[in-house]
């Protein structure tokens, strides 16, 4: 296939992922402001597993399709990085609505969800040999009881500061078509893992810098349009919890990947190299920038001049992201 025809397929696939995603934010105000359902449940397991499906579809053709093991902890991982990191220039463009912005408790939990699920990751990749059961690792198991947990002591409640929202749409039209746009993405999803495996074949990548960055990337689509529509219209608490949700779906998603790892050859999905290493320490570092964010949000919401803490807390993780790219790129160059 000419170069030319990969690289507009690659964009194509891109834009349909951006549109469905706006559309996804959208629905999901609308679902928010017209039932019971809290802000964070929404947020963080409804909409966090559907924009999470381009990283579940993409991991599972990598494995089952294009048998690249190796670029799923790139996936992943990378996924769950850029996810804060540009959640964090999320909250910088929409400032002025964060002032009045209060995020759930419950967040607090969920990231550390989530450091715990790095610190299993990293027990998978560095002593892969020993974690082995049969094909698969004994962390994936324990990963996957750990979002069951998170998802079971999820507050299901509506939270009484939720926003309004009337755009002429029902909740039965906003579920129906929430609900096509997911089948749509799942597509999009297959078609993006193919595409990246072309045009990391073309740069002369590695697969897992491959995955990090254009996996990472295209897959981050629906987490940060989404929830930059949901704080465009003011819906901080679900916008959090969509960024949060995913990357605690996503680790889920090592449990799915790995287990039908044994299909293609046996190699299994933990797989440690350099982008691995880095993806691992910059992801564990930014999921606490994040948690000491809200808390300083929450905390000291009616202290002056805290915004500006606030905000400069949230340039840390798109930092941290910029320096992974730098030492990845320096290492090809190399």
């Known amino acids: 296939m000419p170069d030319w025809l990969v690289?507009?397929?690659?964009?194509?696939?891109?834009?349909?992922?951006?549109t469905l995603s706006i559309k996804l934010g959208k629905y999901v105000d609308i679902i928010d402001s017209k039932s019971n359902i809290s802000g964070a449940f929404i947020g963080g397991v409804m909409l966090a597993a559907v924009t999470s499906l381009p990283e579940l579809f993409t991991s599972l053709s990598a494995v089952w399709i294009v048998h690249e093991n190796s670029m799923i902890i790139?996936?992943?991982?990378?996924?769950?990085l850029i996810n804060l990191a540009f959640f964090g220039v999320i909250l910088l463009i929409f400032g002025r609505g964060l002032k009045k912005a209060e995020f759930s408790a419950f967040y607090y939990v969920a990231l550390g969800v989530v450091v715990g699920m790095y610190a299993l990751t990293a027990i998978g990749l560095y002593l892969a040999d020993y974690m082995r059961l049969t094909w698969?690792?004994?962390v994936s198991p324990v990963i996957l009881v750990?979002?069951?947990?998170?998802?079971?002591?999820?507050?299901?409640?509506?939270?009484?500061?939720?926003?309004?929202?009337?755009?002429?749409?029902?909740?039965?039209?906003?579920?129906v078509r929430f609900l096509i746009c997911a089948v749509i993405l799942i597509g999009a999803s297959i078609a993006m893992t193919?595409?990246?495996?072309m045009v990391a074949d073309k740069l002369e990548l590695g697969k897992?810098?491959?995955?990090?960055?254009?996996?990472?990337?295209?897959?981050?689509?629906?987490?940060?349009?989404?929830?930059?529509t949901l704080c465009y219209r003011g819906n901080y608490n679900a916008a959090a919890g969509n960024i949060i949700g995913s990357n605690v779906f996503n680790f889920a998603i090592l449990f799915v990947a790995d287990v039908l790892s044994f299909m293609p050859d046996g190699s299994g999905i933990y797989i440690l190299n350099g982008d691995s290493k880095?993806?691992?320490?910059?992801?564990?570092m930014a999921t606490v920038t994040t948690a000491v964010m809200m808390f300083v949000k929450n905390k000291f919401k009616h202290k002056r001049g805290v915004i500006y803490g606030v905000q400069a807390i949230n340039t840390v993780p798109a930092v941290l992201y910029v320096l992974y790219l730098l030492i990845s790129t320096a290492v090809i160059v190399a």
């Not at 790139?74 to 769950?80: A, E, F, K, Q, R």
């Not at 193919?194 to 495996?197: A, E, K, S, V």
């Not at 960055?213 to 349009?225: D, H, K, R, Y």
């Open 7 to 18: 690289y507009i397929g690659y964009a194509a696939m891109v834009a349909v992922i951006v």
């Open 74 to 80: 790139g996936n992943i991982l990378g996924s769950d």
């Open 136 to 138: 698969f690792s004994a």
């Open 146 to 175: 750990l979002y069951i947990l998170f998802v079971s002591k999820m507050p299901k409640t509506s939270e009484a500061d939720e926003q309004e929202s009337d755009d002429g749409i029902t909740l039965k039209q906003a579920v």
């Open 194 to 197: 193919y595409l990246t495996d």
């Open 208 to 228: 897992t810098f491959a995955g990090a960055l254009f996996l990472g990337v295209a897959t981050s689509l629906p987490e940060l349009i989404s929830s930059a």
């Open 278 to 284: 880095w993806l691992l320490i910059f992801g564990a």
